[in-house]
C-alpha cells in the first residue's frame, strides 16, 4: 500500500476550477448554495442504495446517500431555487466508475417541468466541461431506447422475455426471478446504454412508473414517471425528476420500498419521517438533479477510472 495519492497537483486544480464552474453557474442565475448535514437519523429505503451506518455510542446513524430528503425540506421552509455540492456515501460501490465517497452536485428549481429541467442539466453538464467538445444531444424516451437496442417494450416485456433476450444463465435468473425492473436495470446496463453514442449526452426520459423513485407521474401517461437520466456515451452521469409531492403518495412508495428491502434480505430500518412531515406541510412544484461530479471531470480529463481524478480511495487507499 503506498501513502501517495492516486491523482496528482493537475488534477486537483481541474476539480476546484469545475467546481467553480457549477459554482459561477448557478449564482448567475440566483440560486442560493445550501449546507446540509451528512450525518442522519434514517438510512435510505431505496432498495438499490445502501447505507453506511455510523456508530455514536449506542446510537446508530446513516452516511447521506443523497442530500436530496434535506433540500425539499429546505423549499418546504420557503427557501429558494438551491444547490448543493456535497461529499454523499454509498456502501457497497467500487470499481472504475464508482466510489464508495463522491461528489455530488444537486440542485432544485421551483416550478420547473421536465423539458426546462433536462435543459437546464445539459446547459449545467456543457458549461462544466473544458476539454471535451460534444456533438448534439441526443433526447430520447425510455421506451425507445429500449425498442431501438432491443427490439422490445420495456412497458410490456415480460421477465421471461428478458432472461431470453439477456441469455440470462440459470444462476442469473435465480437472483432476478420475477422483478421486472431488476431486469430492465440489467437491461439498460448491459445493452441499452452501451449502444449510446460516445460523442455526446443522451437524454433517457420518461421512465417507467414503476421506477418513478421520488418523481410524480407523467400527467399525460401514468405509467410513465416525470424523471430522466442523461449519459455520456453509456456512462450515467445524472439523475432527475420533476419532484412528487404528495406526502400520502411518497410515503406508499416508501412502504414498498421497504417491502422489497426485506424480500430481498436486505436491512430495513425506517422511513424519513421528516421528509413525509415537509411534504405534508406543502412542497412547492419543483424538479431537482443529482449530478456526479467526479463522473464529469474523469471524462474531461481524458480518465476511463474514476480513482485517476480522486486524491485517496475512500476507505482503501490500495485499491486504485
Known sequence: ????????????????????????????????EVTTPALLRTA?????????PVNQGKRRSWLRTSPEH?????????Y???????????????????LAEFTMI??????????????????????????????NTRFVSYS???????????????SGAFASDLEADSDLQRALGDDRDAWLDLAMATRVAPSFANDR???VHHYPASQAALSRLCPADDR????FEIFYGSLELANGFVELTEADEQLRRFDNDMAKRVAAGMPAHGIDADLIAALRSGLPACAGVALGLDRVLMIDEGHDNIHQITTFTPGSEDEC
Request: include cysteine; charge should be negative.
Open 1 to 32: 500500500m503506498s501513502w501517495r495519492p492516486n491523482s496528482g497537483i493537475a488534477e486537483s486544480k481541474a476539480r476546484a476550477r469545475m467546481q467553480g464552474r457549477a459554482r459561477k453557474y448557478f449564482e448567475d442565475q440566483g440560486l442560493l
Open 44 to 52: 435510505s429505503t431505496d432498495p438499490n442504495l445502501a447505507s453506511l
Open 70 to 78: 434535506a433540500m425539499k425540506r429546505l423549499l418546504a421552509a420557503g
Open 80 to 98: 429558494p431555487d438551491i444547490f448543493q455540492i456535497c461529499n454523499v456515501f454509498r456502501d457497497d460501490e467500487a470499481g472504475r466508475h464508482h
Open 106 to 135: 444537486e440542485w432544485y428549481r421551483l416550478g420547473y417541468e421536465l423539458q426546462d429541467i433536462m435543459r437546464d442539466t445539459i446547459a449545467l453538464i456543457t458549461s462544466l466541461f473544458a476539454k471535451i467538445e460534444l456533438a
Open 144 to 158: 425507445e431506447a429500449f425498442n431501438e437496442a432491443m427490439s422490445i417494450d420495456p412497458l410490456a416485456t415480460d
Open 201 to 203: 449526452l443522451t437524454v
Open 224 to 227: 410513465l414517471a416525470d424523471r
